[in-house]
């Protein structure tokens, strides 16, 4: 990790690109207002700037080869939206203030003389030690919610209208799972997550009553990084659509791996897999990508797999018998080796008629679609930044960190390509879940997902995305995978997402249609 006053001179802390991915003139987003936090009591601690806190983060200390142009730090200061005063949630469960939501910025005035918290509260901090995620006391009885991580392995959801008290829920429940050990891969659209990078301000924490030293172990503990698909700022993060599924899969696990690497094709390339084209695509497109992987057929690039999608007999022809299509030279003798017909060939390498699967006029058309993003902007979405890789998202840079990883979609405008950036995440998830072999009751990762309706709504409308996440809540327990989602309307989600979710924290509802 790069340290000292040379590395100072060379770059802002992370704390600064954070600002500067979240300053409102660089995305365009509304003046926030003022956030109104819920405290609790704590002794009295010095404040720790920011910067110094953030220090560790340094983007060259990451267990990924990153290559991020260092913008100048933003003077810009945001606050969570105004969505986060009080609301029925907070009134029962009264949330300890996250770290990140203190501050400068935190709504808290600045007073001259510090708070002294009343006795019987004093007492009341003094006494109670967390054993397990703390997520705060109940407004009704004062008894604290101390709960075991290994609840989160039988999935939690998040619901609640707009000012009902979601993002400091997650905030709190994310660092309390950071606390316990926990990594995390946040799916962020609206940035109300990112503030996790910033800390909070030991001053307005003791002032407020709430556990300083709590928050400094989350601090001292834990390493933030905001990935910015599609930008420079923050931590640029790319899709690498042609990575294969594990190799050591069992058959029932590679088929279902290999029909979302198709499906992920079909979808960026403008077919819907629920209608009747897609439907014949997307097959197409497996035995291209699965035979062709077989056999060492290069189906590893844009312009590689239009080829072959183009002409598919060709190709692999031309791959399987070279010699049949050798250029004669000067000591060439006799006639080049005759072609054998294709049922040979698909009977001696099991291969299929791929051109009975797809007429010509469509092939041409899904290869003219396909080489498309090979340059333009549309190549930015594969090329510019770090590929997706869940090991190195779980692998701290420095020993002992919990990592935090937050994927902020509101640097991708186009709509079709966030649905694809997030069922190509899913996709690297769903892979990477399937290695994994944990001890009992061992959390490898926490996954979550924030506003999540677009990419899960009801049936019949089924976005790229959905199958896929639906799979990883079936099947993430198993896998030491906790899963949480959060959303503003309960009727705009799938019920059978909703359903796999064993703890339920629910905010306010102002409207029937809402439930």
Sequence with gaps: MASGSEHDDEAPSLASRVLDVLDDDLLNLPEPLPEVPVVQDVPEEEPVPVEEALDSLDLEALPVPVDVEAPSPAAAEEEDEASEEGGPLEEALAPPLPASEVGEDSGVQPVDEPVAPAPSETRRARKFKPKGMYLGRRRDTDEPVDIKPTVLARHAAMLGSTGSGKTVMAKALIEEAALAGIPALIIDPQGDLARLALGGDASTIEAKGEDAARMRKLMDSTEVRIWTPLRSKGLPLCIDPFHA???????????????????????????????????????????????????????????????????????????????????????????????????????????????????????????????????????????????????????????????????????????????????????????????????????????????????????????????????????????????????????????????????????????????
């Design 245 to 515: 599924p594990p190799a050591d899969l069992d058959p029932e696990e590679a088929i279902t791996a290999w029909d979302m690497v198709a499906a992920g094709f079909t979808s960026l390339a403008g077919y819907d897999v629920e209608k009747a084209q897609g439907k014949t695509i997307k097959p197409y497109l497996y035995e291209v990508l699965v035979q062709g992987t077989r056999v060492g057929l290069d189906v590893a690039d844009f312009q590689s797999l239009s080829r072959v999608v183009r002409e598919p007999h060709d190709a692999f022809l031309r791959h399987l018998y070279p010699e049949c299509f050798a250029e004669p030279d000067e000591e060439f003798e006799g006639e080049a080796p005759q072609l054998p017909p294709w049922t040979v060939v698909a009977g001696d390498h099991g291969l299929t008629d791929f051109e009975e699967r797809l007429p010509k006029a469509t092939r041409y058309e899904l290869a003219r679609r396909l080489s498309a993003f090979s340059s333009g902007v549309n190549q930015l979405l594969f090329s510019n930044g770090v590929p997706i890789n869940i090991d190195a998202f779980t692998e701290p840079a420095v020993p002992g960190k919990v990592p935090l990883n937050i994927v902020y979609l509101n640097t991708i405008q186009d709509e079709n390509q966030k649905q694809y950036f997030v069922q190509e995440l899913s996709r690297e998830l769903y892979d990477w879940m399937l290695t994994q072999q944990p001890a009992e009751g061992e959390l490898k990762l926490l996954f979550f997902m924030d506003e999540v309706a677009p990419y899960l709504p009801p049936h019949p409308r089924n976005p790229p995305a959905k199958d896929l996440i639906k799979l990883i809540f079936k099947q993430a327990r198993k896998y030491g995978v906790a899963c949480v989602l959060a959303t503003q309307n309960v009727s705009d989600v799938d019920y059978k997402i909703l359903a796999q979710a064993n703890t339920t924290f629910v905010g306010r509802f102002t409207q029937p249609q809402d439930v």
